[in-house]
């Protein structure tokens, strides 16, 4: 290239920070299941229990504010718009035939998981927006600020569990 100097040659972290890099060590099969036990496993289901716990909460929680069972109605209808299609979703990553055959095929091949969470993610989406369109056809008496009230608190189950998986995290790293 015409505007790059002369003598260019690729640069290094340790050159950077002058701190040499730690030496790379193999670790063996016994470091390496250590290693994996001590790592807590995550579930897309978790998300599902939080979103179920939530909407179970919320639904006397309205009943005992209204005491009208079109607005509990509207909050069932709600939460369902997000909790069934995470449930999908998390059925189809973790225990379709299509992922365990994915699995089985191409064994720690990531692009096929991602294009499979893409997949997925484009379900849940779709027939979350089919749910809302169809809300005023299959709820009698809906209450579109009920109906978004169970939305709101379903969708909040993603931020309880990414708080909670950062507490389990932080409280595991403690104990090690």
């Known amino acids: 290239m015409k505007n790059e100097p002369e003598n260019r040659r690729p640069v290094y972290d340790d050159e950077v920070d002058e701190v040499p890099e730690p030496e790379f060590k193999r670790w063996s099969a016994d470091e390496a ?16 229990r939080w979103q179920l ?17 079109e607005v509990v109605g509207s909050v069932v209808y709600g939460v ?13 990553l973790t225990s379709s035939g299509l992922a365990r055959m994915l699995q089985r095929l191409f064994p720690g091949v990531s692009g096929l998981s991602l294009a499979g969470l893409f997949f997925w993610e484009g379900v849940k989406l779709l027939l979350a927006l089919a749910m809302m369109w169809l809300a005023p056809r299959l709820v009698p008496g809906l ?14 189950a993603y931020w309880l569990e990414l708080l909670m998986r950062s507490r389990r995290a932080s409280r595991t790293s403690k104990i090690l």
């Open 33 to 48: 299941a250590e290693w994996r036990r001590r790592q807590p496993r995550e579930s897309v289901w978790d998300v599902v």
């Open 53 to 69: 716990l939530l909407g179970l909460l919320l639904v006397p929680l309205t009943w005992l504010l209204t005491r009208r069972a």
């Open 80 to 92: 369902s718009c997000i909790l069934l299609p995470t449930a999908l979703m998390a059925y189809g």
């Open 143 to 156: 209450s579109w600020l009920a109906l978004v009230a169970g939305l709101v608190v379903a969708l909040k």
